[in-house]
């Protein structure tokens, strides 16, 4: 497939130097948003607010520890809130802050995207 005229001239005016650049910021960005576990956790919370056992149940195949750390590195950029309440047994829920959800609507086409041609891209 090639990338039309105005999306090449578009990449030239918002990228001069060249598509990201090594020292670029927006590649930590990058990285913490579309890694695996980063895409689903915003995924599954595009659906509203979760605790983290519902979390972990939907975002299949997932560690504690893993799930953890992604939430850690969400909640660090502002893509996600964690709003612990103080009672035992603890009760912790988390949803995606205004910046999370402008982002889940940019990767929910992508995630459909995938989901619709996976199987031909893959193969038999």
């Known amino acids: 497939m090639r990338v039309s005229d105005e999306v090449g001239r578009s990449l030239q005016e918002n ?15 990058l990285d913490h ?15 509203g607010t ?3 056992g519902e979390l972990r149940r939907r975002a299949q195949g997932i560690s504690e520890k893993m799930l953890a750390q ?14 612990a309440h103080p009672v035992i047994p603890p009760h912790v829920d988390y949803s995606l802050t205004d910046r999370g959800r402008e982002l889940a609507a940019l990767l929910l086409p992508l ?4 989901v619709a041609n996976a199987n031909e ?3 038999p």
């Open 15 to 29: 990228f001069p130097d060249g598509i990201l650049p090594a020292g670029c910021p927006s590649r930590v960005v």
């Open 111 to 114: 995630v459909h995207w995938a």
């Open 33 to 47: 948003v579309t890694s695996k576990w980063g895409v689903l956790v915003i995924v599954v919370l595009s659906g």
């Open 121 to 123: 891209i893959l193969g």
């Open 50 to 52: 979760l605790r983290w």
């Open 70 to 83: 992604t939430l850690k590195i969400l909640e660090h950029d502002g893509l996600v809130h964690r709003d």
